[in-house]
């Protein structure tokens, strides 16, 4: 396709103010990854009746709810993957080819198909399609089923499975949660999908989903009514990342989790994760988690409820992991990571990994964790661009403090930092557990974080305390 628009910069204004930001809070923000052409895998696009009647698909223009259609527009285009350009022309395509069903029209509230849901599933080359419809039932409008069917016998793209959302509503929200409003027509035979492997039991209910595969090894049964991240290329580098960040063995609990992407990648090398969601996705977790190999299922586990209802989740954990929506952290979860008291449920806290897709709420809570004795681990946080062409950044800060009470419940003792000399180091043990974990080389939290407060009071040693820390921090990733 040629470009009738403007190129799109890979690397968001936000960029430069974010560094700035943090650069004043002493933290160095690196960039981790960008956005590529064609990396985006999911994503919704709009269906309007234009002024004669036929349907445009596309993007809205900034500010209106005017379509432009995909093909004029780079901005539509090229951040996806060519598999969900290929179904966008091909809707357009057919919607051209037979007036039957009918575009949405936002004045008069009349018309059915009003936008469209698109998810690659990478390891098939793939695309999940729902059609939303402004219809109270499938047989409200016959011409929905007969335009599915036609586009599923299409031989290109490649249909993983065909949905249709009803939301027969005049509210702005493009998808309908209520009882009924997904129903799937059709969906390849979903054994051996995505290659996730799994007997007839294993397969049950999982028509018709994605199955999304990390590095990690995690698979995710991902239903369309799921929130799923929209580049999985870039969030592969952000769980990876994470994945380093958890020292093996540790307990940890999440907040946030959503289907549990992060929690069932760590699964692999962490004693137990407790996962936690306000919204349900309970399902797609189990099916998830019955992905895993065997040893590892049990040591996840999901509760539904919000942040400020799981927070005795935490106690006995020493990792915390939190994705939270824009708006940032729950002030009840803010203020329980802030306490510091021994009875805190967050006391056993000693590393909280923090995945912001909002950053004015990010410096907004590290601003509040730093203030309360947190410190961000290396003094650095990493930026990814998510979005080809959008304002936004997805940032991993991993936070560090000497937790008051060990994961085992233990008081620790107040410590003053280690006294050091130009050519030697002291490093200070908390407890038993703590000293036996170090005499078996592993990393403690607590050695990380003393490292680095040596590092920050004496230039001469931040060599060799770099390559100590170096050794114990990397040992256990
Ligand atoms: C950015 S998503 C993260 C999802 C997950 N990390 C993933 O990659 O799939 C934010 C999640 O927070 C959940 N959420 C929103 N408000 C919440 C709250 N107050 N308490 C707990 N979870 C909440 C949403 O349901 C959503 O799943």
Redesign the pocket.
Known sequence: RTSRCCSMSAVPGLLAEATAQLAERGVELRLGSTATPGSRTSSRIAVRAGPDGAAMVGMFKAGTHEVVPCEADERCYLPHHPLINDAVAAVAGELRASAELSAYDESSLRGTLRYLQLSVERSSDTVQLTLVANAPSLAADPALAQFALRLWRLRAPRWHSIWVNLNPTSVNNILSYEPDAWQLLHARDPRGLGGGGGDGDRDAGRDGCLVERFPSGAAFVLPPW????ANLYA?DAIVGALRRAVPAGSRVVE????????GLSLAPSVAWVRC????P?YAAFEASRDLLPKGERARVTYAV????E?LDDARGADVAVV???RKGL?DALLAALCDARADGPCASLGTLAY?S?GFPALVRDADALLASGWRVRRQRAEAHVLFLGANHLETLCVFEREAPVGPDGAKQDAQEPPRSSANSIQIPLYGRRRTARLALGLDTNAVCVWVEALAAQNVLLKQQIEALRQMLCDASM
């Open positions: 799921v929130f799923r991240q969030f907040w946030y989790a959503g289907v549990g992407v992060l936690s969601d306000l919204n996705p409820g919000g942040a400020a799981r994705d939270p929506p729950d995945i897709c």
